[in-house]
């Protein structure tokens, strides 16, 4: 079965940076089951990611990676995430701030961190659900604005979403 979604363009600034954020939300997926997914398009398509839905209900057990304060640089336990991942030791991710230190910043080259961090780790964050809380680093000096455009948790507060905020 071919399940095709169209998503939505975010572009915010951030300093001189104009940066463009896709987004799309899959409604109506049945549990327990698997998809596979690309994103892309005319010009290009990602190659081949899967994830799978939870089981019906709220009866199941699940186990969850929580962590908090890693970072690109100096990121000694990426190696060991990426191997849990790879033996299926957790069903989801919560992450409790400090993402990438700092998910605005560039390096000595001249690369965003945070895009270096996600492409590093999106053969995790491709197939798990990633749930992110804002820490202390995700304060950019513009409102967490790397945060609330990078990311889509669920729920929405006041008619619309906001990562800081669930419900």
């Keep these: 079965m071919i399940y095709k979604h ?7 600034k951030f300093w001189l940076e104009t940066r463009y954020v896709h987004t799309a939300t899959l ?8 998809y596979y997914y690309k994103v ?9 990611f899967q994830f799978k839905t939870f089981p019906a209900g709220n009866d199941f057990k699940f186990r969850v990676c929580v962590f908090g304060d890693l970072g690109y640089h100096h990121g000694n336990s990426i190696p060991d995430l990426m191997e ?6 957790f069903d989801m991710i919560i992450h409790v701030g400090d993402i990438a230190y700092d998910l605005h910043k560039t390096d000595d080259d001249g690369h ?17 659900p990633y749930m992110v809380i804002a820490g202390n680093h995700e304060n950019d000096k513009l409102n967490f604005s790397h945060f609330h455009n990078r990311f889509r948790m669920p729920g929405e507060v006041g008619g619309h979403h906001n990562n800081q905020y669930y419900r």
């Design 27 to 34: 409604p109506s997926l049945s549990p327990d089951t698997v």
């Design 40 to 48: 892309g398009t005319a010009d290009g398509w990602s190659k081949q």
């Design 112 to 128: 965003n961190i945070g895009d270096k961090y996600m492409r590093e780790l999106e053969p995790i964050f491709s197939r798990y």
């Design 84 to 89: 849990a991942a790879q033996k299926n030791w």
């Design 6 to 12: 169209i998503g939505h363009t975010t572009v915010f």
